[in-house]
């Protein structure tokens, strides 16, 4: 079955350790994206890709780091430099960018980092 | 950029009632996704409304775009227990991804 897959579910960092959360998805997708989530905060983009070896920064992308060298992989690194990285990490992926690409948007189901 | 407020925050109703979460954006409304959110899991789509007055139904869920109010509103008929998560509602906003509102807390209650 195509889908989005997320891994780990939980994470737990050391302060001052970089991380990597994976996310891959076998549904052909060009577009993939990174959203963070707090409580209370809704869905805030990180960085995006809608190709493969290019990517944008979203919104809050200080302290984060991708890579999109397969179109199937979109592996989100958390620094040292995040500030507050605890948080719930959500990857994405649609057809493309635009507006007939998210009706078909899938999401993963998250990875919900902690640091310690 | 674009905004979008949810309101209310969070809800409690007791099961069987009707309710309604509200979805109101910053700027002229393309395309207004609803989603659901089972808490620490992945989102759900529900529904995308793209016109005004658009009118779309799922099960006892329905939704709503009033375009010149530059709104949206999920209605949900006869809660039942299933019906509870979070509902985010999310907006196109031209060549980038969605933008999200902040969501809604929905907890039904017996």
Known sequence: DGGITQSPKYLFRKEGQNVTLSCEQNLNHDAMYWYRQDPGQGLRLIYYSQIVNDFQKGDIAEGYSVSREKKESFPLTVTSAQKNPTAFYLCASSIDLYRSGWTEAFFGQGTRLTVV | ?110
């Open chain 2, 1 to 110: 950029s674009q905004e979008l407020e949810q309101s209310p925050q969070s809800l409690i109703v007791q099961e069987g009632k009707n309710l309604t979460i509200n979805c109101t954006s910053s700027k002229t409304l393309y395309g207004l996704y609803w989603y659901k959110q089972k808490y620490g899991e992945g989102l759900i789509f529900l529904m995308m409304l793209q016109k005004g007055g658009e009118e779309k139904s799922h099960e006892k869920i329905t939704a709503k775009l009033d375009e010149k109010k530059q709104q949206s509103s999920l209605h949900i008929t006869a809660s039942q227990p299933s019906h509870a998560g979070i509902y985010l509602c999310g907006a196109e906003t031209g060549n980038t991804p969605l933008v999200f509102g902040k969501g809604t807390r929905l907890s039904v209650i017996a």
